[in-house]
């Protein structure tokens, strides 16, 4: 079928028809955010379920386009575009079949019969699934570049899949053919996030992108600016969506370190005690609710350590001089206590926390 944006449109969108409008969803009550306040409206969007035959070509982070529908036709037909929705869950019911719920802004014309139609696509999503598949098969095998070769095929039936991508940048990662591959994969998968098959894949994805930024700061340092700046983007983004996992908070806590170390000598006067100052705080929620999840980790207290040394260097002579002190040597400790061997720690924090014993008194 068409569809037109307006009635004076004259460059109809080609389209696929998936099914009918059955509900509309107002939330259950108003919280009023600064926009909404500022608008005199409630800005959240409504939740809209849709009635589908057929699931096939419809994927979560979709945009579907709703189209106005005359209840005396029996059949679809070509209508304007009255509005959107991004799909947010497709699932089979018993009594109803199969079913799409979504969100958009339905305010003005939640009571007219809709149609819900997806953009004609030609994309090869179930071939390129199956490569996709394929590539993941001889990953697991240790077969690199014959899954970069699955992977490039999968990717290249269907672009803007983030599950792909992350894949191959994942396979270029190992096969040690460099760290710029797998950041251009990675960006491509970060940008269509949305898209991704499943929440678990996500997270994995959001743990694997903060490890992999902050090895590219490791090697580049401060002269990759974009990399950078995207760091703490994803980090927030990750503790929005995955609050209750321990890695989430502990890359938080190496984000925020770097950022702290970083903003004393980007930054001066005032915006520079601002920003270290936010970035502190950050480091402490951090800290703490990683420590919550789970104590055990050498790593968590060789961030920490690192994190109070600074803190306890910049508040030297001052009332909080003796609480970061000692906050590095309770983390000193643990450091030595859950210590494995397989990396090395260095003799600068080492140092640190034996200066920091030998002050508090305990030698």
Same mark, same amino acid.
């Not at 009918?20 to 969803?25: H, I, P, Y």
């Not at 800290?287 to 690192?306: I, V």
């Given at each position: 079928?068409?569809?037109?944006? %307006? ?39 409504? &939740? ?26 029996? &059949? ?9 929705? &991004? ?68 990717? %290249?039936?269907?672009?803007? %899949? ?19 591959? &797998? ?13 991704? %098959? ?166």
């Amino acid at each position: 079928m068409f569809a037109f944006r %307006s009635q004076e449109s004259l460059e109809p969108l080609r389209m696929i028809v998936v099914g009918d409008v059955v509900g509309v969803e107002k939330a259950s009550f108003f919280e009023v955010d600064k926009v909404s306040a500022e608008l005199a409206v409630d800005t959240r969007p409504d &939740t809209v379920t849709l009635k589908v035959s057929d699931p096939k070509g419809i994927r979560v982070g979709q945009t579907l386009y709703l189209l106005e529908k005359n209840p005396d036709h029996k &059949t679809f037909k070509d209508g304007n575009i009255v509005g959107m929705i &991004t799909v947010k869950s497709v699932y089979q019911t018993t009594f109803f079949g199969w079913q799409v719920r979504g969100e958009g802004y339905l305010r003005l014309i939640e009571d007219r019969p809709m149609t819900a139609a997806r953009l004609l696509d030609t994309t090869k999503y179930e071939e390129a699934f199956l490569a996709k598949r394929q590539g993941d098969h001889y990953f697991a095998k240790g077969q690199i570049e014959e899954a970069i070769r699955r992977y490039k095929h999968a990717a %290249s039936l269907d672009q803007g %899949s983030p599950d792909i991508h992350y894949a191959l940048g994942k396979a270029h990662w190992k096969d040690g053919e460099g760290y710029v591959s &797998t950041a251009f994969e990675y960006s491509i998968a970060w940008k269509n996030r949305s898209r991704f %098959s499943n929440d678990q894949e996500k997270l994995l994805f959001y743990l694997d992108y903060l490890r992999f930024l902050l090895f590219y700061h490791k090697v580049e340092g401060k002269d990759n600016k974009n990399q950078f700046e995207l760091m703490p983007i994803v980090a927030k983004e990750a503790r929005e969506i995955f609050p209750k996992n321990y890695e989430v908070w502990l890359y938080n806590l190496e984000v925020s370190y770097i950022n702290l170390t970083h903003s004393g000598l980007a930054l001066q006067a005032a915006a520079g005690r601002k920003s270290r100052e936010d970035w502190s705080e950050l480091a402490e929620v951090s800290l703490k609710k990683a420590y919550t999840l789970r104590k055990a980790d050498y790593y968590l207290h060789k961030l920490a350590c690192l994190y109070y040394n600074v803190k306890w260097k910049e508040y030297r002579g001052s009332s909080k001089e003796i609480e970061y002190r000692d906050k590095l040597v309770e983390h000193g400790k643990l450091l030595r206590l859950y210590y494995t061997g397989d990396s090395q720690i260095s003799e600068d924090i080492l140092n640190a926390i034996r200066l920091a014993e030998k002050q508090s008194g305990l030698f």
